[in-house]
């Protein structure tokens, strides 16, 4: 069965972004493509394996980029989530989220049994978590039932906006409440230390933001919360429940490994993204076409409300559907099918000259359509 | 970071002989592998995309490949399993295993709160599940508690025992407790269908009988179970729980696909697997090298018994390692290092010949160091 990927030439689906692979990644998929391949010296579990040396990368290496005392890796980052929360379930008790959580935070805490409560986000433009809001959201919760883990999304998949972690776990420290950061986005992208936020757990993606094949999460944990979360099998004294023994073998860890000294590389120049970002930003409002969430913008990951091509998909014959089409044919896609008015695109890794000809076909197919 | 695998002409080790990628899934590997990529025209879960065909693949040639109602893709066969369980889960209640079941069906249910209940094996040779004792199990627990599932592991993972599952789905049945089957030796290796044993639940693996990178399980069910494996959020409608709304992404899908036609292919021609083990078998043990589990055997994966190669590793210097070390010099791998008196090793997809060569191999070792 022959399977194609379609062509493009950019891709602006934020999803996309951080997961296209390095050379090395690429080399060592091909060379670890079979099923069990990195198992053919397994020690018993996958995080133990010393050829190839995936023990040094998870207990050595992954620790120290993500300032952390343990990190396991995981089938994906919402499976991170779900295992810290199910490790931390408790009859009827509550998580805290913010207002930006992507909807896997939300599906996890469903799975895991437990009551969901969202911190407010402000309204538009900017939709900013307020981190006060956790302590009045902790304040109304605590009162009636047991409160046992707090989350932010750091930055969230929307607007790419990046609260103030170190605040938002002051106060739920204050409430003895552990806290999460959901940086799926963010880990592999830009630095990032957990100590640094003093949080409990925190949660990456390999296939959104660490140059991987998917799919692969990796989840940090504090030496407080090890013996939770990894806590072992009473019949199998090595396997670690939350993981069910082994997780991600083959191909994707392969690649999350194979990538990362360039993963170390990418995440020192992130000023460098930012910059080209927020340029973008600026460039697409000279278009009429407005950037929210937070301005200026710290994150490649931004959202656009557009009036002017949302007047134009009224009477176009295409409806909605001319952008995405309009687009393609330029070689650009990665906005979903349908949207004009409103949508999300992420400029991360995309060279500048790139960008200015996606400036420029945005201009042109308004100036074409108008 | 250059990471190569340890070069092999034969790999026995069972985990990796049903994984090797085909041609096809190489290509499409290579095609799809960055993280997001057969995201590209999402439509808000993965096995309902269209570019590729994920869509018809798991709602249409899956179901009737397993002969089942509804299937979905998982992070593995044991994260399938933990699905069935956790769904069903009640507070103290049962799984009722076979007592040669793999340690991470022991391991999911632990993490999904269920208490667990072995049927007995009968001892050596033979290590063989008799379904009556599910029956005289069943009673015994039932007095006490609620038993949720029966879970009958078809064929183990360590003698290649293919069970009476029809028998031991009647007689669950008749207690109306529905059972799971553990095929993750046999999807892909050998024909099933479900409905042929009128099983409720089916676990395969994609890495260890289906040719895909991993990590990647299938779960087929019943319709009379599909509401409550596959229910969905209160939130998000489409998103079902037990997946945390997608699950394989990327490479791991790919290859599966790609791989399927020719897994279709394969499991059609069985019985020569079959001969082939038998004759490898018949002439281990002309070398005094026993074969424990059923006999004749219906598998490819067999457990040996050799007292001729541990009375040389108590007087060879290099103790129990001789075999791995005399193995590899001759480009044989899988046999665990440090093994000599019981070890388990896999026939499945290794040419005739290239069999002959490990019988006159393990002849070799044994005339030389005797």
């Known amino acids: 069965m022959q399977l194609k990927r379609p062509e493009h030439d950019i891709n602006l689906n934020p999803l996309q972004r951080g997961g296209i692979l ?3 990644a690429r080399d060592a998929l091909v060379e670890f493509a079979d099923g069990y391949s990195v198992c053919d010296f397994c020690p018993g579990r996958v995080d133990l394996i010393k050829t190839p040396n995936i023990k040094n990368f998870i207990h050595e290496e992954l620790p120290e980029f993500l300032g952390c005392d343990e990190v396991r890796t995981t089938n994906g980052a919402r499976e991170a989530k779900f295992a810290v929360m199910h490790s931390l379930a408790k ?7 913010d207002g930006n959580a992507h909807y896997s935070t939300i599906v996890a805490a469903e799975r895991a049994g437990l009551k ?9 433009p900017k939709y900013k978590i307020n981190p006060e809001n956790y302590a009045s959201k902790i304040e109304e919760i605590r009162k009636k039932e047991k409160i046992v883990l707090s989350l932010v999304t750091y930055p969230d998949g929307n607007y790419g906006n990046l609260p103030d972690a170190k605040k938002i776990v002051n106060i739920s420290h204050a409430y003895d409440i552990p806290v999460l950061m959901n940086c799926a986005y963010s880990i592999g992208r830009m630095p990032i230390k957990m100590k640094k936020y003093k949080a409990d757990f925190i949660v990456g993606s390999g296939q959104k933001s660490m140059a991987s094949s998917g799919p692969i999460g990796i989840l940090g944990v504090s030496k407080e919360w090890k013996d939770t979360i990894f806590r072992t099998s009473k019949y199998y004294p090595k396997k ?31 000023d460098e993204e930012v910059n ?9 409002e000279e278009l009429g076409i407005k950037q929210l969430g937070e301005k200026p913008h710290h994150h490649d990951l931004m959202f656009f409300d557009s ?8 009477k176009h014959k295409k409806r909605g559907f001319f952008l995405y089409q309009e687009l393609k044919k330029k070689g650009i896609i990665g906005i979903k099918p349908g949207l004009t008015r409103n949508f999300k695109l992420s400029t991360y890794q995309i060279p ?19």
Chains 1, 2 share one sequence.
Do not use: H
């Open 22 to 24: 390095t050379k090395e």
């Open 352 to 370: 500048k000259k790139k960008l200015d000809y996606v400036i420029d076909s945005f201009q042109e197919i308004i100036e074409k359509n108008k």
């Open 91 to 97: 009859k009827g008790a509550w998580v805290i989220i």
């Open 276 to 284: 080209k970002a927020r340029e973008f930003s600026k460039k697409m």
């Open 116 to 124: 969901i409560a969202k911190v407010e986000r402000s309204g538009e």
């Open 307 to 314: 009036e002017v091509l949302y007047e134009i998909s009224k």
């Open 240 to 270: 670690e429940l939350e993981l069910l023994g082994c997780t991600t073998r083959g191909a994707s860890i392969i690649t999350l490994m194979a990538s990362f000294p360039k993963v170390k590389e990418r995440v020192e120049r992130w």
